[in-house]
């Protein structure tokens, strides 16, 4: 193996939506994986429900009597994962121009951080992804460009980027989120930290051993 190869980082592609719960655990599980593993994480975005109309729907209607059950669970693991969150949240809203404005950000530098704040927009803030006026806000505190967002959300500059995004999730037999692929592996739902640091030192093993 050569130097390059040796110094090559490991990639991850992580198939996720701004509105799946799971998601936003395993983006503080990413968070403390960036630390501790040389690694570059690729953000793509998967339809949850893409059918869901712009003022949103209840949770009670996807989760009907269990929601209350549910919701205990996922606090109790944002809490040992120090993630804030709104208890309050009982709608789920259409993220499809999220993704949109989330792939253009990874065009930008520092655009990142536009993936982490668009899970806060609606886990923490409570607020509907699927408004304009929402995003541009989302996107001045990640500290983008404002103005250029707005042109992006307008034209649908990005619409075309998420749709080969989508192909490729079912190319791959993506049917959940989040979903993690590295090299030729994959591996699908919330894992806790430790967990997800064994699917990378097993892909890293494999890619040392030439496998």
């Known amino acids: 193996m050569s130097v390059e190869q040796k110094e090559e980082k490991t990639m991850m592609e992580v198939f996720s939506d701004y509105v799946c719960p799971w998601c936003y655990l395993a983006s503080a599980v990413i968070e403390k994986i960036e630390q501790s593993h040389d690694i570059e994480i690729l953000w793509s975005p998967f339809p949850l429900n893409p ?3 712009e003022q949103g729907l209840l949770l009670s209607s996807f989760l009907g009597p269990n929601l209350d059950a549910v919701h205990e669970r996922l606090y109790m693991i944002m809490d040992e994962l120090r993630l804030p969150h709104n208890s309050n949240r009982t709608m789920t809203y259409n993220s499809r121009l999220a993704q949109e404005l989330g792939m253009w950000a990874d065009t930008q530098p520092g655009g990142k951080t536009l993936h982490k704040q668009l899970f806060s927009t609606y886990f923490v803030e409570n607020q509907n992804l699927a408004k304009k006026e929402v ?5 001045e505190k990640a500290g983008l460009g404002v103005v250029e967002a707005g042109i992006v959300i307008d034209e649908r500059s990005y619409s075309g980027q998420v749709d080969e995004a989508w192909r490729r999730a079912k190319q791959f037999q993506v049917t959940g989120v989040p ?6 592996y994959a591996t699908t739902g919330y894992h806790p930290y430790e967990e ?6 097993y892909v890293e093993m494999q890619k040392a051993r030439g496998a």
């Open 51 to 53: 059918d869901t109309p």
């Open 135 to 139: 995003l541009l806000q989302a996107v």
């Open 179 to 184: 979903s993690f692929l590295s090299d030729s």
């Open 196 to 201: 997800l640091a064994k699917f990378i030192e």
